[in-house]
């Protein structure tokens, strides 16, 4: 699903107010995906990740940037590991070297998992480096995000309906991360499904697979989820049921 968002009145900025937000088309994932679980798209719109039960993370270009209707298959990786192996979410280093995965692994394991790729963008590319327990937190991570310096990494976990907060001493090496605090969405969605950051850190968005839409949330200090307060939703309903991911531009006028 695309949408895009504009101006509603003169205090308003140009996007991310969900409130504007107006469908506009689809693309299919159903070749790859029968259930898609998560989204990525790259900075310049012309790389569109899509993860899901297959276990893999499916790659495809965008001939016109942000523009879902001109998307075209490309390739896939697969995720492998024992247990449940679903890629729940997906993200990229700003560079495209480096992917990480959200999946539940085990009984006691819940990992966010680190690849390097040698080409950027390409997942044909990627080997597997590390992995980061998040388990102590939640057992089910649903939803990824990252600061763009990777020194801060968000999981949204669908177990206890919180997004968790943690520090990496060494930029994108999830081996240095250290839990800092956890922001319950459970007033809004008891079953959340995506999380996605404004790139300056001053808003949030959760997408909530029991209520069918997208909640933004506002943060009064830039990438410290203990000072977010819900503003609002905007319903997908009409378009999907059990909305698993979200993501935006880099403009935030599309969604």
């Not at 107010?17 to 998560?38: G, K, L, N, R």
């Not at 790729?117 to 992995?131: E, K, M, P, R």
């Not at 763009?148 to 669908?158: A, F, I, K, N, S």
């Not at 999907?240 to 969604?255: A, K, L, N």
Request: with cysteine; net charge negative.
């Amino acid at each position: 699903m695309r949408c895009k968002a504009g101006m509603l009145g003169a205090n308003r900025e140009n996007g991310w107010d969900i409130s504007t937000a107006a469908y506009v088309q689809s693309f299919s994932v159903a070749s790859q995906e029968s259930t898609p679980t998560a989204m990525f798209i790259s900075a310049d719109g012309s790389h569109m990740y899509v993860a899901g039960d297959s276990e893999n993370v499916n790659r495809y270009a965008l001939s016109s940037a942000w523009d879902v209707s001109t998307a075209s298959y490309v390739q896939s990786l697969n995720i492998p590991s024992s247990g449940d192996a679903a890629p729940y979410a997906v993200f990229f280093d700003t560079l495209g070297e480096k992917m990480f995965v959200a999946q539940t692994v085990s009984a006691f394991v819940a990992a966010i998992s680190e690849y390097s790729l040698s080409s950027a963008w390409d997942i044909s590319t990627g080997s597997y480096v590390q992995n980061f327990n998040v388990f102590s937190e939640d057992g089910l991570p649903h939803g990824l995000s990252f600061k763009p310096d990777g020194q801060r990494m968000y999981v949204l976990g669908r177990n206890d309906d919180e997004v968790h907060e943690y520090s990496l001493s060494a930029a994108w090496d999830v081996s240095t991360a250290s839990y800092v605090q956890s922001f319950s969405v459970a007033s809004e969605d008891l079953v959340p499904g995506g999380l996605f950051f404004k790139p300056d850190g001053s808003r949030m968005y959760v997408a909530g697979a029991s209520g069918d839409d997208i909640n933004e949330y506002l943060l009064s200090a830039a990438w410290d989820i203990s000072t977010a307060s819900y503003v609002q939703n905007f319903s997908v309903a009409s378009q999907d049921t059990s909305p698993q991911g979200v993501f935006f531009s880099v403009d935030g006028t599309q969604m």
